[in-house]
């Protein structure tokens, strides 16, 4: 029987070294360009550049702010850009580059805060009335934030202490505390495990520190509606505090006689107290508060004594030791 | 795919976080607090590149791929390197360059202290990562050495849960992986017959 042996590998099929050796680059590069490509997508997927949100609705006849006793400042503002894209808002996210896009959705309207508690005249007020209530001033302000940065705000808001006068505090009322809205559904931080904080949102103020005639409460910033990764509708803000203390979207408002519970403090009293003013002198327990990091610029600025309202709030802390009621 | 392209490949892939940081940076695209993004991104790498090296050996033994050793000094020095990153960050732009105020800021804040600390460990490891030093050392002094890393694992998730405010998952999920990492060693190290110990110089 005649075995046919097998044919050599004829030579026109021998791929030439030059041709396979092409082969080897061409693998090697698309096997590197797939592979960076596959860890760059990674990168970004993991930590993605902040995104920017656009500007909302314009408010029309706000108030210039008094020159004088710290309604406004003439350091330069830091940009809406900014104020907008970091936030620390955990009902959404405990990533301050990725609320504003997470708070896009959020639904303010319609809106009503609940003044209550221990008061003569108790109401629940519509955002429009709260918004008609007086005119809307701008009230440009420091924000010192807890974790060691800083911005300049130019606010739109009015005088909490304008809507205190009109439910008429009873004699008992010593404190006030606030709300912010419980929403999982919209607040998606609401829900779920890990961000450590109870729900809602609480914050609280003596009632001389909420009648103060700094103290407001916020419906915009650059002369435009609150973007809603910045508390909107309405919000708290009090410029001498750490930022925690200027609480977000707020549905209730409740005058008491005792100090109420605020968030931080809950989650941990020894780190957050109920006062909470900016202070160079007193240290969080896992960081100086001596300097802070302003927003947009390069190096460091030295805190001020309540972020430089001593002026205007001194007055409201003589006697304390702010050792002890930080 | 040989050796040797492979760890080209793996050289690359590691710099491309660090070239994507960069051109945002140039952009600016880092956000409103680009300090801040930039020292999380490199402690972040830093606690990734540790748990990837320390990964190759429960891989490399359950799944018998014994290649895998080839690539662990080069992930090791990645995670030296972005740790050198992360702490030339923190001495800019969160000290600018005030070593008084970082002196103050080692003792006031445990976490900066343990940061540091888990850090310099990892220094000897980096100038023993040689093959010129492997035979100095002799390899099983070497590799005692190397153990180091288990303490620089811990101390960095460590810094890494003590700096968040309140929300934990990120860095316990570190915590997990790392346990898991650890764990399998405890484990492997009770099971008989024990494998050799293989030379930590990755034959060519």
């Not at chain 1, 099929?13 to 698309?30: H, Q, S």
């Not at chain 1, 008061?119 to 519509?126: A, E, G, R, T």
């Not at chain 1, 708290?236 to 930022?243: F, H």
């Not at chain 1, 107290?273 to 327990?285: A, E, L, Q």
Request: aromatic share 14%.
């Amino acid at each position: 029987m005649l075995i046919k042996k097998p044919d050599d590998i004829k030579s026109s099929e021998i791929t030439d070294k030059e041709t396979y050796l092409n082969r080897r680059n061409f693998m090697r590069g698309a096997a590197l360009l797939a592979t960076t490509a596959a860890t760059t997508w990674l990168y970004r997927e993991l930590n993605p550049p902040p995104p920017v949100t656009r500007p909302g609705e314009k408010i029309a006849d706000i108030v210039k702010p008094a020159p004088a006793g710290g309604f406004s400042t003439d350091e330069a503002k830091t940009s809406f850009k900014d104020i907008t894209n970091y936030n620390n808002f955990y009902e959404f996210s405990t990533d301050k580059q990725e609320v504003s896009e997470l708070a896009q959705g959020f639904v303010t309207k319609p809106w009503s805060v609940a003044v209550e508690g221990l008061v003569n005249k108790p109401k629940v007020y519509d955002l429009d009335d709260l918004l008609k209530l007086v005119p809307q001033e701008e009230r440009i302000y420091r924000l010192r934030c807890v974790e060691r940065w800083s911005m300049v705000i130019p606010w739109v808001g009015f005088s909490l202490a304008e809507l205190l006068k009109r439910v008429e505090p009873t004699a008992q009322a010593r404190y006030v505390a606030f709300e912010t809205l419980y929403d999982p559904k919209q607040f998606p931080g609401q829900s779920g495990l890990g961000t450590g904080l109870d729900w809602p949102y609480v914050e609280g103020l003596r009632l001389d520190e909420a009648m103060h005639p700094l103290t407001i409460l916020a419906t915009g910033l650059y002369g435009e509606k609150l973007p809603p990764q910045d508390g909107a509708p309405i919000r708290l803000v009090v410029p001498w505090k750490y930022g925690f203390k200027s609480i977000k979207s707020i549905v209730k408002i409740k005058l008491v006689e005792q100090m109420p519970p605020t968030a931080w403090n809950l989650y941990a009293p020894r780190e957050y107290g109920f006062y909470s003013n900016v202070n160079p002198n007193v240290s969080h327990p896992r960081w100086s508060q001596a300097k802070e990091q302003r927003i947009g610029e390069y190096g460091l600025r030295d805190t001020m004594m309540f972020n430089g309202y001593a002026e205007q709030v001194a007055q409201l802390y003589q006697g304390m030791d702010l050792r002890v009621n930080f | 795919m040989d050796t040797k392209f492979s760890k080209v490949l793996l050289f690359i892939n590691s710099l491309v976080p660090l070239a994507l940081l960069s051109w945002d940076a140039y952009h600016k695209k880092l956000g409103a607090n680009p300090y801040e993004f930039v020292t999380r991104t490199t402690g972040m790498l830093t606690l990734v590149f540790l748990m990837i090296s320390l990964a190759v050996t429960p891989l490399r033994k359950i799944s018998g791929w014994n290649f895998l050793v080839k690539f662990r000094r080069m992930l090791g020095l990645y995670a030296f390197f972005y740790g050198f990153l992360h702490l030339m960050t923190y001495i800019w732009f969160d000290r600018f360059f005030n070593f008084k105020s970082m002196a103050g800021d080692i003792i006031q804040r445990p976490f900066i202290a343990i940061g540091m600390a888990s850090f310099f460990l990892l220094v000897p490891l980096a100038i023993t990562s040689t093959n010129g030093m492997v035979k100095r050392l002799g390899g099983k002094r070497w590799n005692r050495l190397h153990k180091l890393v288990y303490l620089t694992a811990i101390g960095g998730v460590l810094h890494y849960y003590m700096i968040v405010k309140s929300d934990t998952r990120v860095p316990l999920t570190f915590a997990f992986v790392l346990a898991l990492l650890l764990g399998y060693r405890i484990y492997a190290a009770n099971q008989t017959p024990k494998l050799p110990v293989r030379s930590p110089i990755p034959p060519r």
